[in-house]
């Protein structure tokens, strides 16, 4: 007969790296049902336990109704009746940890308490008595550091040794006085409308006017009436509400634990390391400026074109050597033995196809590895997380919630778990919006984008890099005002409480780890998304239709009797470009789909078929952009060839985009509708057709608005742009957007005091 | 080689390579508009079995 073991504990208490150690890839994981929650299971490992199975529940504070984690944990508790609990506590945060304990001791299901972090522990110089603290909990209590695998066989035999026994906890009263009594009363009306496991922990939660536990106790009208009566009695006794009742009680119990198992090493008001560094980096004045320089420092350090910009010295050798050089060059001596000649259509569509193409996004693997090592340093080292709370104060001049820029931070390594990660905001109203604007950050994907414009047109200058992330940031900042402004969002910012965990020295395996992760599945879709989208790039623009003639555009352009004068200037003419910079991909049948559509960007200043054909290809995926860029600009003259001398593709792009249409197109692609993986994970958490189009229709308008205005205004001011209707449109829409920025809008009222993700799921 | 029989060749290798990634790339757009994947992700650009689900990317069986 298996034995289920639920691992309960407060979030980063360690509970995943836990589970991860306990079960190894022995996991399922999916979806709680009905709720956006994330469902872990695992079987334990080694051969002893193989009927074991450990049910890893999200992290929660407490067992109160008030989040989706919450009630999914509770819930499970309750109907599930796993055969053993391991309360995970974090050594370091013991007060906090043990709230969430108390209430599980009163499911009566047999539970150990695995206190975590203790190698920590001992470093600050506390002292924990575990035997005291298993006397005054009335459970067994087992050291552990889960990070160092220390403690882990001893807590999972204690674990499956009190669910085999099936003994619960000795019973610890941790209510007194008038609460005890009037929770006995409670549990007296009660009485057998509860499963007597769960009696008491029924009793305390109707004390508290929990709703969710009152419905699933089917009480009579007289029973809730006598409950109510009770209740209102020791609420006007104790001069407090019911729920502030119980928690002081809880804490007090605590803190009568703690007095007698734990010694903390600090004094108490001593600032630890952590504490001393956050008075600087979350200070009120610096907290901004120090981020803007970190950020910019490390897009300078990884996409740069500085002394110390690895990231694009790396990119630059793989760009010119390794694809400009050495892969040309193999595929050349390769193709030759097969007998495939130069000229011919086979070697067309592997070198100018498949190579040009896959290079091109290859080049940048380099700059991303630098920037997401960085990055993974920044999150290990626990920086990441002052960083939303820095933001969470900016944000709430702006009626906007810190909590909000969490799944943008997640965003910058791939924006579908920062979509994911909006399921922590409680807000509906909050979270809709979030889902809506946080893929204007820019991800991996698009790193090569940035790469291309600030390295070819803007020559490695850090700013342009730089500005990418900023301009990311900005749009979710005016973004969220604007639409706050509206019924459909408006609503009291929720209150932002988050743990900080302490700064500590990044270990080095995590944060390669972190890095390698991010960069191989990268170079993994490339090898799959890319390649089948360079084919039929190069495909459709190798082939197409000279004067009436169907076939390789190139070999057609040779025939001067195919390619008359007039026919040149007719072309010249339908693609909108001077008579002698007229040339056979042109005439191409891609050149012919693009150009029927690109009139749409003309405002944006990219209004030719090549970049309108490369944003599109950016809805497969993003770094698809540069993969058609390499193919079309690879071999853009059939007397030249790229890669002779080295050079790549950024001569050639160069040439093609003022420095402001180049920047109006990088912003029109980092802010544009996002690729399918996120625009299936938007529908997912949207759970609704008309929001999804409704997200992706914002985006794309808002980052054809904001490339707009950049382009003929921008343009204007430094002398690319001459005064037209573009001028007078961009004109508009800025004023536009400082009147939907600036007006008063829609005023929050109590009624629309906000919708909670739990009330929106019952 | 005669040409001809290494243009075959190569012509075979790149079919077989494209119906691969084609497939792999099919089921991953359809995969990704349908919404699905792991929970830790909906086996995005950076799903290669990240540490939230594991060491491999599943599917999920959401009951609702």
């Known amino acids: 007969?298996?034995?289920?073991?639920?691992?309960?504990?407060?979030?980063?208490?360690?509970?995943?790296?836990?589970?991860?150690?306990?079960?190894?890839?022995?996991?399922?994981?999916?979806?709680?049902?009905?709720?956006t929650v994330e469902k872990k299971e695992g079987k334990l490992k080694g051969a002893e336990y193989k009927d074991v199975v450990i049910q890893d529940l999200p992290?929660?504070?407490?067992?109160?109704?008030?989040?989706?984690?919450?009630?999914?944990?509770?819930?499970?508790?309750?109907?599930?009746?796993?055969?053993?609990?391991?309360?995970?506590?974090?050594?370091?945060n013991i007060e906090r940890n043990l709230y969430l304990t108390t209430q599980l001791l009163e499911l009566n299901i047999p539970m150990v308490v695995a206190l975590n972090m203790m190698d920590l522990v001992r470093k600050n110089g506390d002292t924990v008595n575990v035997k005291a603290l298993s006397e005054a909990l009335g459970c067994e209590v087992v050291e552990l550091s889960a990070l160092k695998g220390e403690g882990t066989d001893a807590l999972i035999k204690r674990a499956v040794d009190a669910a085999k026994a099936g003994k619960t906890s000795q019973s610890r009263e941790v209510l007194s006085g008038n609460v005890k009594a009037a929770v006995d009363k409670i549990a007296e009306i009660i009485g057998s409308a509860s499963d007597s496991k769960f009696l008491r922990f029924n009793a305390i939660k109707a004390f508290e006017r929990d709703e969710k536990a009152i419905e699933g106790l089917n009480l009579s009208s007289s029973q809730k009436d006598q409950i109510e009566k009770?209740?209102?009695?020791?609420?006007?006794?104790?001069?407090?509400?019911?729920?502030?009742?119980?928690?002081?009680?809880?804490?007090?119990?605590?803190?009568?634990?703690?007095?007698?198992?734990?010694?903390?090493?600090?004094?108490?008001?001593?600032?630890s390391v952590s504490d001393k560094i956050d008075r600087i980096v979350t200070n009120r004045v610096l907290g901004l400026p120090i981020f803007a320089v970190v950020m910019f420092l490390i897009y300078a350090i990884a996409m740069g074109g500085w002394s110390v910009s690895i990231g694009t010295a790396a990119t630059d050798f793989t760009n010119d050597v390794i694809f400009g050089e050495w892969v040309p060059g193999f595929f050349d001596a390769l193709l030759g033995v097969f007998g495939v000649v130069e000229g011919s259509v086979l070697y067309g569509l592997i070198q100018d196809g498949i190579v040009a193409g896959v290079g091109a996004v290859i080049g940048f693997v380099p700059q991303m590895l630098v920037l997401f090592l960085l990055l993974a340093i920044l999150e290990d080292i626990g920086y990441m997380a002052r960083v939303a709370f820095v933001m969470d104060r900016i944000f709430r001049q702006f009626g906007l919630s810190g909590k909000a820029f969490i799944p943008c931070l997640v965003a910058t390594g791939c924006g579908v778990p920062g979509v994911m990660a909006s399921r922590t905001i409680e807000n509906e109203r909050d979270r809709k919006m979030t889902l809506m604007t946080t893929t204007f950050m820019p991800c991996g994907a698009k790193l090569p984008i940035i790469g291309l414009i600030a390295g070819a047109v803007f020559g490695g200058s850090p700013w342009i890099a730089a500005s990418a992330y900023f301009i990311g940031i900005g749009s979710i900042v005016l973004s969220g005002i604007i639409l706050k402004k509206f019924k459909a969002f408006a609503g009291i910012p929720a209150p932002f409480v988050m743990e900080l965990p302490a700064y500590h020295i990044p270990s080095v395996s995590g944060v390669l780890r972190a890095t390698w992760e991010r960069g191989w599945s990268f170079i993994k879709r490339a090898g799959s998304v890319i390649v089948i989208s360079s084919v039929i790039i190069w495909f459709l623009s190798a082939f197409g239709t000279v004067n009436g003639h169907f076939g390789l555009v190139d070999n057609?352009?040779?025939?001067?009797?195919?390619?008359?004068?007039?026919?040149?200037?007719?072309?010249?003419?339908?693609?909108?470009v001077p008579a002698e910079d007229v040339n056979a991909m042109d005439a191409s049948l891609l050149a012919s789909v693009g150009n029927g559509v690109s009139f749409v960007f003309k405002p944006?200043?990219?209004?030719?078929?090549?970049?309108?054909?490369?944003?599109?290809?950016?809805?497969?995926?993003k770094e698809e952009v540069v993969g058609t860029f390499g193919v079309l600009y690879n071999y853009d003259d059939s007397e030249e060839e790229l890669g002779e001398e080295g050079e790549g593709i950024w001569p050639r792009v160069a040439e093609d985009y003022t420095p402001i249409a180049a920047f109006s197109f990088m912003i029109f692609n980092l802010l544009c509708a996002p690729c399918f993986a996120a625009i299936g994970a938007i529908k997912r958490e949207m759970n609704n057709a008309k929001w999804t189009w409704a997200a992706i229709g914002y985006m794309t308008g808002w980052a054809y608005v904001l490339?707009?205005?950049?382009?003929?205004?921008?343009?204007?001011?430094?002398?690319?742009?001459?005064?037209?209707?573009?001028?007078?449109?961009?004109?508009?829409?800025?004023?536009?957007l400082l009147y939907l920025l600036f007006r008063k809008g829609y005023q929050a009222t109590e009624a629309d005091k906000n919708l909670n993700a739990v009330k929106a799921n019952a | 080689m005669p040409p001809i029989l290494?243009?075959?060749?190569?012509i075979a290798i790149i079919v077989a390579i494209l119906v691969v990634c084609g497939k792999n790339v099919v089921e991953m757009i359809r995969g990704e508009l349908k919404?699905?994947?792991?929970?830790?992700?909906?086996?995005?650009?950076?799903?290669?079995?990240?540490?939230?689900?594991?060491?491999?990317?599943?599917?999920?069986?959401?009951?609702r």
């Open chain 1, 1 to 35: 007969m298996g034995i289920k073991i639920a691992l309960a504990g407060n979030p980063n208490s360690g509970k995943t790296t836990l589970f991860n150690d306990l079960t190894g890839s022995r996991q399922y994981v999916g979806n709680w049902p009905g709720v």
């Open chain 1, 707 to 736: 490339a707009l205005i950049v382009y003929q205004l921008g343009g204007l001011f430094v002398g690319e742009v001459a005064f037209g209707i573009g001028t007078v449109v961009g004109a508009i829409f800025l004023a536009a």
């Open chain 1, 230 to 271: 009770v209740i209102a009695e020791t609420e006007k006794s104790m001069d407090d509400d019911s729920e502030s009742i119980i928690t002081n009680e809880r804490y007090n119990y605590i803190t009568g634990v703690t007095a007698k198992a734990v010694k903390k090493g600090r004094a108490k008001g001593e600032l």
């Open chain 2, 6 to 10: 290494g243009n075959i060749i190569v």
């Open chain 1, 556 to 576: 057609l352009f040779e025939d001067e009797s195919i390619v008359t004068e007039s026919y040149i200037n007719e072309l010249a003419d339908r693609m909108d």
């Open chain 1, 59 to 92: 992290g929660i504070y407490s067992l109160s109704p008030y989040t989706l984690e919450e009630v999914v944990s509770r819930t499970y508790l309750v109907t599930e009746k796993p055969d053993a609990i391991i309360n995970i506590v974090d050594g370091t």
């Open chain 1, 604 to 621: 944006l200043g990219f209004g030719n078929w090549k970049p309108t054909v490369a944003t599109v290809t950016g809805l497969v995926a």
């Open chain 2, 35 to 63: 919404g699905s994947g792991c929970a830790g992700c909906s086996g995005g650009c950076s799903c290669s079995g990240c540490s939230s689900c594991g060491s491999k990317p599943s599917d999920p069986k959401q009951t």
